[in-house]
């Protein structure tokens, strides 16, 4: 151990107590933090974390923005590194479990992934519309689909190839319209995906449905043409639950919208 590291491990244990008196005086903190919104500070921090929380487990349930409160919190979050890393673990995940399932090499296995923010990230969209601390404006998103300029998100990547070596077949299924195919095909194939073996996208016929509904009758037609839907990847909880749901379904952080 050198000077750095014993300094970092005596920080380390001081934090630890420090952070278990903290623990030990929560109680009224909490109740505090709840309140209304009073300005930026440590509550906000506190607040959104558990805001961010409870909309990754779904606890928060349909909301529309983001909390005033949150929007720099949520700007700091998915600019930053804990973003990246968040994506990248559950990237991990996916691939640990692929590998230890594997796939049958007559390609019936399959994956399924959602491609907004999931396999392309659209940052450079949100970040000229507040990182969903706006309403969400149907126009300005699909003037910026048509540009198919979305770049990859960085984690899904080198899971999407990783698994494709892995003989998994690969679905993707996304709440897009028909009339977006061509820019999306193009987006993908420009970010850097190839080889998936079919895209979804809502036809007239899916229009109005949720999002659970639609996705779950597509993974059903996968399972219907003789596929075992062994991962299903997906920002939303929309992506991955419902009916003919993956054997293991993988949730990638999104706190900048919700889709039900
Ligand atoms: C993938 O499938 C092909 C046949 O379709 C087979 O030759 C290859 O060994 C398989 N790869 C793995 C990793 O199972
Ligand atoms: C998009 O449309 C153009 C023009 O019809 C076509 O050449 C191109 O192959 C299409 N791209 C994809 C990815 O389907």
Redesign the pocket.
Known sequence: MNAHQSLYSILFLLSLSLSHQSVLRLPSDHRKSLGPARGRGEDDSLYCDSWRFSVETNDAGKWSTVPSRCADYVRDYVTGERYVSDSSVAADNALEFARAVGASSDGRDAWVFDIDETLLSNLPYYEEHGFGSEAFEETSFDDWVELAKAPALPASLPLYNELRQLNFTIFLLTGRSEHQR?AT??NM?RAGYTGWEKLFLRGDSDQGKPATVYKSEKRSEIVSAGYTIQGSSGDQWSDLTGFATAVRSFKLPNPMYYIP
Do not use: W
């Open positions: 061509n095909a193009t194939l």
